[in-house]
């Protein structure tokens, strides 16, 4: 590697962090006008039909991705050129194959929810079938970005995507008098026009490796027989037992809950996200599996470190978020009684993200799958039962058990597969010689981009 693992971290920490706060920042401005220019009914209704992209994404083969950018980063770090892209490109015409077939099915089965529905839950769903045929294209730019540690410009593309959708909702609202298939034509025009300005990136990062001849050529579908069936079941169950939470809200307390439940769910993704260890240490754990003592260091500071994270999110986010909430928007004080449950959820999810890249990384998907049929039957089995006995909050309630208990289950797991693997909570309070040298290095990289503070 050009720059050793500690700076590769800090610089890509410290890049994360940056576009995080960006992007909460325009995404709480995206919000605002949202909730300003729609009804709680028409809030819930693009929840519901947004839901829609991750449960026909089975179609997508969910969760390849990761896959793919963890094989690539293995054989990067091997110097095997031509079977990274040989990965990478059996992956994305696979992707771009499907991707078709996904945007086919749901815009003319569209029309079958006439019968059912109103003519403008059918426009909604036609325009959110395009969604899939961009994606092939996300995940190239993400794919490269990340394997090839380019962090400044896979945060540039995150920021992008989410100005651009900004932009196109205020003329959504103000200009073309747009309100619900506005918001969701926004998103994807937000998404398109983000590509096209990081596309001369892309073009020369993909130009370090386009030309290598791939020596071992497989089929296209090779991928996934060989690098993801299991992922790609793990992570479809992983999305549908979230868009299960929505329908059961929906079936049981209409569609309001399910706009008052995604605000609450939409605030915790605000606030987890401005914490981004998980991102930055994805590709890189991979590429030491086979050094143990620095393979499980790394694991356990990246925990160490989002969680002390977490608890400053947490404090900002009880403080900020409730306020502007019940200021602006006050018809969505019950999303900050549930804000306010949820953010017990940031304990467990210092754990989350980190646990799921070591199941990558040790190539356990099959085992990461029928840990995911766990946390299905848990949100089937909870979500019910807490709207049950405890109303719209036991919505949060059973959120919170949920994650808890599938994070408990997942560090079993792990400890089955990794013995020597164990969280040690006396850990978090010392600070020994590798904290020294990983702050360190954050603050050399935070102070030689000093130019962005003024």
């Given at each position: 590697?050009?720059e050793?693992?500690e700076?590769t971290?800090?610089?890509?920490?410290l890049?994360?962090?940056?576009?995080?706060w960006?992007?909460r920042?325009?995404?709480?401005?995206?919000?605002?006008?949202?909730?300003?220019?729609?009804?709680?009914y028409?809030?819930?209704?693009?929840?519901?039909?947004?839901?829609?992209?991750?449960?026909?994404g089975?179609?997508?083969?969910?969760?390849?991705?990761?896959?793919?950018?963890?094989?690539?980063?293995?054989?990067?770090?091997?110097?095997?050129?031509?079977e990274?892209?040989?990965l990478?490109?059996?992956?994305?015409?696979?992707?771009?194959?499907?991707?078709?077939?996904?945007?086919?099915?749901?815009?003319?089965?569209?029309s079958?929810?006439?019968?059912?529905?109103?003519?403008?839950?059918?426009?909604?769903?036609?325009?959110?079938s395009?969604?899939?045929?961009?994606?092939?294209?996300?995940?190239?730019?993400?794919?490269?970005?990340?394997?090839?540690?380019?962090?400044?410009?896979?945060?540039?593309?995150?920021f992008?995507?989410?100005?651009?959708?900004?932009?196109f909702?205020?003329?959504?609202?103000?200009?073309?008098?747009?309100?619900?298939?506005?918001?969701?034509?926004?998103?994807?025009?937000?998404?398109?026009?983000?590509?096209?300005?990081?596309?001369?990136v892309?073009?020369?990062?993909?130009?370090?490796?386009?030309?290598?001849?791939?020596?071992?050529?497989?089929?296209?579908w090779?991928?996934?027989?060989?690098?993801?069936?299991?992922?790609v079941f793990?992570?479809?169950?992983n999305?549908?037992?979230?868009?299960?939470?929505?329908?059961?809200?929906?079936?049981i307390?209409?569609?309001e809950?399910?706009?008052?439940?995604a605000?609450?769910?939409?605030?915790?993704?605000?606030?987890?996200?401005?914490v981004?260890?998980?991102?930055?240490?994805?590709?890189?754990?991979?590429?030491?599996?086979?050094?143990?003592?620095?393979?499980?260091?790394?694991?356990?500071?990246?925990?160490k470190?989002?969680f002390?994270?977490?608890?400053?999110?947490?404090?900002?986010?009880?403080?900020?978020?409730?306020v502007?909430?019940?200021?602006?928007?006050?018809?969505?004080?019950?999303s900050?009684?549930?804000?306010?449950?949820m953010?017990?959820?940031?304990?467990?999810?210092?754990f989350?993200?980190?646990?799921?890249?070591v199941?990558?990384?040790?190539?356990?998907?099959?085992?990461?799958?029928?840990?995911?049929?766990?946390?299905?039957?848990?949100?089937?089995?909870?979500?019910?039962?807490?709207?049950?006995?405890?109303?719209?909050?036991?919505i949060a309630?059973?959120?919170?058990?949920?994650?808890?208990l599938?994070?408990?289950?997942?560090?079993?797991?792990?400890?089955?597969?990794?013995?020597?693997?164990?969280?040690?909570?006396?850990?978090?309070?010392?600070?020994?010689?590798?904290?020294?040298?990983?702050?360190?290095?954050?603050?050399?990289?935070?102070s030689?981009?000093?130019?962005?503070?003024?």
């Open positions: 590697m050009a050793s693992t700076k971290i800090a610089t890509g920490t890049w994360f962090s940056i576009n995080s960006l992007l920042g325009v995404g709480l401005i995206t919000v605002f006008f949202i909730l300003r220019n729609l009804s709680i028409e809030y819930g209704l693009v929840e519901l039909v947004l839901s829609i992209i991750p449960l026909f089975i179609l997508m083969l969910p969760g390849l991705n990761n896959v793919v950018i963890t094989d690539m980063a293995i054989e990067k770090g091997k110097g095997d050129i031509s990274m892209k040989s990478f490109i059996n992956f994305i015409t696979l992707h771009a194959v499907l991707s078709v077939v996904a945007w086919a099915i749901v815009f003319f089965g569209a079958i929810i006439d019968k059912f529905y109103s003519e403008q839950v059918t426009q909604l769903i036609r325009i959110v395009f969604f899939f045929l961009i994606s092939p294209i996300r995940s190239a730019l993400g794919t490269v970005f990340t394997v090839y540690l380019k962090f400044f410009s896979l945060s540039i593309l995150l992008l995507e989410e100005f651009f959708k900004l932009i909702i205020l003329l959504a609202f103000f200009v073309f008098d747009l309100r619900a298939n506005g918001v969701i034509l926004a998103g994807l025009l937000g998404s398109f026009t983000a590509f096209i300005f990081v596309l001369p892309y073009l020369k990062t993909y130009s370090e490796f386009s030309s290598v001849h791939i020596i071992n050529k497989k089929p296209f090779s991928v996934v027989h060989y690098h993801g069936k299991w992922s793990s992570s479809y169950l999305q549908a037992g979230a868009k299960l939470r929505i329908w059961i809200v929906q079936v307390s209409g569609t809950a399910v706009a008052l439940f605000v609450a769910e939409g605030l915790i993704g605000h606030t987890t996200a401005l981004p260890i998980g991102k930055v240490v994805a590709p890189i754990i991979p590429k030491f599996v086979d050094q143990k003592d620095k393979f499980l260091r790394i694991v356990n500071k990246s925990i470190y989002q002390f994270g977490h608890i400053v999110v947490a404090i900002l986010g009880l403080t900020l978020f409730p502007i909430i019940l200021f602006l928007f006050p018809q969505y004080e019950t900050v009684t549930l804000y306010k449950i953010l017990i959820m940031l304990i467990p999810a210092t989350a993200s980190v646990f799921n890249t199941f990558f990384a040790l190539k356990k998907q099959k085992t990461l799958f029928f840990v995911n049929i766990y946390r299905v039957i848990l949100v089937a089995i909870a979500t019910p039962l807490g709207l049950h006995f405890w109303g719209i909050k036991g309630y059973s959120f919170l058990v949920v994650i808890s599938f994070t408990i289950e997942r560090y079993r797991v792990l400890k089955k597969l990794v013995p020597e693997f164990k969280i040690i909570l006396s850990d978090f309070w010392t600070f020994d010689d590798y904290d020294k040298v990983l702050i360190d290095k954050f603050k050399s990289k935070l030689s981009y000093k130019f962005l503070w003024f």
